[in-house]
């Protein structure tokens, strides 16, 4: 399908929800408005134009027509959430840009990738200490640790093919599904995550701030991250055990790159720096998105960053377009009242249904729905609002939707070689096979869901969030 047929799906959609009559309990007004944003939406599926441009048109037209004012269509790009990813994508740069990330990962694995097993859990902790500055899951999963994966691989002779199952296959699986959990566990671990905390202040008034999202995936994550290598060890098990070649290996390039450099130590004593504001903004009173200013003010200060590296990442400035224009509408739709018109007529029709039922299918749904989306952001952003509606006007504890719903968005991520942007790059490597790699990313989201939903739940309970 071309762009020039899937623009047109967009507008026939738009003008076909646009005419249809007016649904009792809404406004005219509140009709148009989710008339664009639905197309919208279905821009960002389709992507007949990049995000950035489908969001740009999206916020113009509105305006135009005087069905809201400029003023209302553009002040998400005033949002500090916006600010706070625009930050945290510099912050990747400097780990990228200085060889920090990569270091990081070979350190570990010279001191304890002795094994295959133990190797998986390196790459899955070099993965952890480095996902709370890097809220790309692509340019991290993808862009640091996939070319480390995919050396190691060829460091055992293992290759697409008949030698893939020697030990490739099973390190890309490890780290891509490994990847998934980490997301979900800091709030600048994963683009879509800031969203989704302003979408639910927007949509349920609810302060999800980068520590309570912290305290509520740190102890999931941490039981994810240990289950899922060891059961796909146990299951997609590699033919080789012990690996000394990727300790070789590991001492080698650590030698290649030298003693750490000063700009490395400016990164890091900015991340940590970082790490430790975050974590105490209840006591400093000091907001996150200021923190990561901070941080990366440093990095330009020091010069790990310079200004030509900042107007270049791309990334970012991308992310602000598109996620600037959706949360202007997004926040246009709440104040139309349709959220609460939707979520009032859904819970109507669950009369009688407690919340716990609700929730989960719920969960379920949302989860599983992923498979007809190839974007965390996309699914994110069209359904997430809703959901949360529905279920906080069915009686589910707020904080508990708000912050079951978020972490799924993460968790989805391994379903398929599409639901996100690393997934093409680790499935593109041809060590893993569609069937398995489906089989793989169903199995371990039901784990994951077991850890998160169930586990998850009952830490919550006991951290007073429900």
């Known amino acids: 399908m071309n762009r020039l047929v899937r623009g047109s799906i967009v507008l026939v959609s738009l003008m076909l929800i646009w005419l249809l009559p007016v649904p009792a309990g809404l406004t005219v007004e509140a009709w148009h408005i989710f008339a664009i944003f639905a197309a919208v939406i279905l821009g960002f599926i389709l992507q007949p134009m990049p995000l950035g441009a489908v969001a740009l048109a999206g916020v113009t037209y509105p305006a135009l ?89 060829s460091v055992f002779d293992s290759e697409p093919g008949p030698t893939a199952r020697k030990i490739g296959a099973f390190l890309l699986a490890v780290s891509f599904q490994a990847d998934a959990p980490i997301a979900a566990i800091f ?62 290996l590991a001492g080698k390039e650590l030698k290649n790159m030298g003693e750490m450099t000063h700009n490395e130590k400016i990164i890091s004593g900015v991340f940590i720096g970082a790490l430790l504001l975050w974590s105490t903004s209840q006591y400093t009173h000091i907001d996150a998105t200021i923190v990561a200013l901070l941080g ?9 960053l310079e200004w030509e590296d900042v107007i270049s990442e791309k990334g970012a400035w991308d992310s602000m377009m598109w996620m600037g224009g959706i949360i202007g509408l997004a926040e246009a739709l709440n104040k139309s009242g349709f959220i609460q018109w939707f979520a009032q007529n859904v819970t109507q029709s669950l009369n009688g249904v407690s919340w716990v039922i609700t929730l989960g299918v719920l969960f379920l749904v949302y989860l599983y729905s992923h498979y007809a989306f190839a974007s965390l952001s996309a699914h994110a952003t069209a359904i997430y609002a809703p959901f949360l509606a529905v279920a906080v006007a069915a009686g589910a504890p707020p904080y508990f939707a708000a912050i079951g719903l978020a972490v799924l968005s993460n968790l989805m991520a391994g379903l398929t070689h599409y639901a996100t942007g690393a997934a093409p790059v680790y499935f593109g490597a041809g060590f893993i096979g569609q069937k398995d790699w489906w089989r793989i990313g169903f199995t371990c989201s039901i784990i994951n869901f077991i850890i998160w939903i169930g586990i998850g739940s009952l830490w919550w309970k006991l951290i007073g969030i429900w």
């Open 187 to 248: 709030l600048t671990a994963c683009a879509p995550n800031p969203l989704m905390a302003t979408l639910a202040k927007q949509t349920a008034n609810l302060d999800i701030t980068w520590g309570l999202w912290a305290i509520a995936g740190i102890v999931p994550g941490i039981i994810s991250i240990i289950v899922i290598p060891f059961f796909l060890y146990r299951t997609y098990t590699p033919e080789i055990k012990d690996t000394p070649e990727a300790q070789q």
């Open 296 to 304: 990366v003010s440093v990095m330009l200060i020091f010069h790990v």
């Open 65 to 153: 027509i005087g069905l809201l004012k400029p003023s209302e269509v553009l002040a998400g790009f005033s949002n500090t959430t916006i600010w706070l990813i625009i930050s945290a994508f510099l912050f990747a740069k400097g780990f990228i840009k200085t060889g920090l990330g990569k270091r990081i990962a070979y350190k570990l694995i010279f001191w304890f990738g002795s094994s295959s097993l133990k190797l998986s859990y390196t790459l899955v902790i070099s993965d952890f200490i480095i996902s709370p500055a890097t809220p790309s899951n692509t340019a991290r999963s993808g862009g640091i640790m996939f070319p480390i994966v995919r050396s190691l691989a």
